[in-house]
């Protein structure tokens, strides 16, 4: 069995009606094919969930041998100067398109990222080209595309993938490499993912370089999460007012290995689910939504991760530990 390919590329779509978890997108993709035309588009949404995929995989659709010559993917989070549109863009952009191609594509990767400056440029570089060009913008958040890039454009929101979408495409792999994966395995990989299509594949690749059977233990392991029953066990500890015990959960996570980020969005994740009363997942989240914050301005993540487990105690705990 080989398995020295990185499967994200080895599995990446080739076809639009590849792409898990889009549907609706992809049947607008698949009617631009359909009548030979393309306007300016921009793909937003998280990490992992198709944007580059939905672009590759229209591209060979468009114009199947000569593809790799009518297509260009850059990176605008590389160079964000203006020079990388006036050169890199332009000079791509001004060559007539190879075969019967009545246009090129040009798909920039984390567009978002350009200044405003190279953003405006890139403007007027779309307006003047577009008689032998179109462009992809993908993006985290479409609201940092300038307005007027924005308004020459249809943009397309991308989700986060579904359980089924991540179970099934995870499924196809591993019996196409002779793997055993079984249906807690496959709710582990779609847990890990946090619907990031890549990141499930990578756990996958990961996990079956130690063994033909992959294990949840294995994945938990892998990407540095911890089980979802640990992470519950940890709320409802904190929330019943036994300090100690909660730091010691606390302590194992991080022993572990895993982040405070990690942890808190796992949090984040399993409160919203957690059968308790709408008033107390109201003071739960508030909590760990401050946590985060302070975090991310720079305070100690542990004394933090500390100070959110004492204060579930004192909010929620009815009793006291010394």
Same mark, same amino acid.
């Given at each position: ?23 609706t ?37 468009f ?8 297509f ?31 246009f090129?594509?040009?798909?920039l ?5 350009l ?5 405006s ?55 196409? #490499?002779? =793997?055993?994966?079984? @249906?807690d395995?496959?709710?582990? %990989?779609?847990?890990v993912?946090? +619907? *990031?299509?890549?990141? /499930?594949?990578?756990a996958?690749q ?6 033909s ?7 938990y ?14 709320i409802e500890?904190?929330?019943?007012? #036994?300090? =100690?015990?909660a730091? @010691?959960?606390?302590?194992?996570? %991080?022993?572990?290995?895993?982040? +405070? *980020?990690?942890?808190? /969005? ?14 107390q ?42």
């Open positions: 069995m080989q398995r020295e390919a990185i499967w994200t590329e080895k599995y990446r779509p080739r076809k639009l009606e590849e792409v898990s978890g889009q549907e997108i992809i049947r607008n993709l698949q009617s631009y094919v359909k009548r030979r035309n393309l306007p300016h588009l921009i793909f937003s949404g998280p990490a992992g969930v198709g944007k580059t995929a939905a672009a590759v995989a229209m591209a060979h659709e114009y199947a041998d000569t593809w790799a010559e009518n260009t993917e850059l990176n605008a989070s590389d160079e964000r100067g203006i020079e990388v549109v006036r050169n890199t863009i332009k000079n791509f952009a001004r060559t007539m398109p190879i075969g019967n191609a009545a090129k594509i040009i798909f990767d984390e567009a978002d990222a200044t405003d400056a190279a953003q440029a890139l403007r007027r570089t779309m307006e003047r080209y577009s008689g032998t060009c179109r462009f992809i913008l993908s993006c985290n958040y479409s609201s940092k595309i300038i307005e007027p890039i924005q308004s020459r454009c249809s943009v397309y929101r991308f989700k986060p993938l579904s359980y089924d979408a991540i179970a099934s495409r995870a499924k196809y792999i591993a019996d196409t #490499e002779g =793997l055993t994966l079984s @249906d395995a496959l709710r582990a %990989i779609t847990y993912s946090m +619907g *990031d299509m890549r990141r /499930a594949i990578n996958l990961s996990a079956a370089v130690l063994s059977e992959i294990k949840p233990e294995m994945l392991e892998i990407t540095a999460t911890a089980r979802p029953d640990e992470v519950e066990a940890l500890t904190a929330m019943a007012g #036994e300090f =100690l015990d730091l @010691d959960k606390l302590g194992v996570m %991080i022993d572990k290995g895993i982040s +405070g *980020d990690e942890i808190l /969005a796992q949090m984040h994740r399993l409160a919203i689910k957690m059968d308790i009363p709408a008033r997942k109201v003071e739960l989240m508030d909590r760990i939504g401050e946590t985060d914050y302070r975090i991310t301005e720079g305070a100690n993540e542990r004394i933090q991760l500390d100070a959110l487990i004492a204060s579930l105690c004192l909010v929620f705990g009815s009793s006291e530990q010394g």
